[in-house]
């Protein structure tokens, strides 16, 4: 009755039906891969960073395919959104450049000096330093270091590196330049 007011062919809906109760074993296995990288970057992977970590690994996926899967999973990447920087109103030249420095200490308005090291920051503690602390020194040591060493330089695809890791992008320039 239903099927006849919607105009459905009852062959349609069982088929829906059949269809629902089958488990896709591919589906199953895609969605542990994407869990498994999102709880490896502690929940600051998102559906770009996935999929090129996925595509290094040998699994041929698209980004709109591990966002609809994040959201059947229900991960939420806890990256931060875009900073606004202020416009300087007013320049300093009355301060001598005594260091000669091309990148030492940023001003307002100027923060492009020290970018790269703000940006580290950002990512360390954004993606990784725990909401609540460390327990003690030792521990955000270890944990910090294997960060900056491990995960940061030879496993987080980096967007200026087309998506590697600056390890692997800078071997990479050293096959070309012929430097080893």
């Given amino acids: 009755m ?3 007011a919607f105009d459905v062919s009852r062959s ?3 088929e829906y039906r059949r269809r629902r109760s089958v488990v896709d074993a591919e589906r199953v296995v895609l969605r542990a891969d994407v869990n498994r990288i999102f709880r490896k970057s502690r929940s600051s992977a998102g559906s770009r960073m996935i999929t090129t970590m996925l595509n290094d690994e040998g699994v041929l996926i698209g980004r709109f395919k591990v966002r609809r899967l994040m959201s059947e999973l229900g991960l939420i990447c806890k990256q931060p959104g875009p900073h ?3 416009q300087a109103t007013v320049e300093r030249p009355d301060i001598p450049n005594r260091l000669n420095r091309e990148f030492s200490v940023s001003r307002r ?3 492009w000096d020290n970018a790269p090291m703000e940006r580290v920051f950002r990512s360390l503690k954004s ?3 725990p909401s609540l602390g460390y327990r003690s020194i030792p521990d955000a040591r ?3 270091g294997d960060y900056l060493m491990n995960y ?3 496993q987080r695809p980096h967007t200026f590196n087309d998506g590697m890791p600056p390890v692997i992008a800078e071997e990479k ?3 070309l330049s012929g430097i080893s």
């Fill in 2 to 4: 239903v099927c006849k």
């Fill in 12 to 14: 349609s809906y069982y």
């Fill in 84 to 86: 606004a920087y202020k």
């Fill in 109 to 111: 308005g100027n923060c």
């Fill in 127 to 129: 993606e990784w330093v």
């Fill in 142 to 144: 270890k944990d910090i």
């Fill in 152 to 154: 940061y330089n030879r």
């Fill in 173 to 175: 320039l050293k096959i």
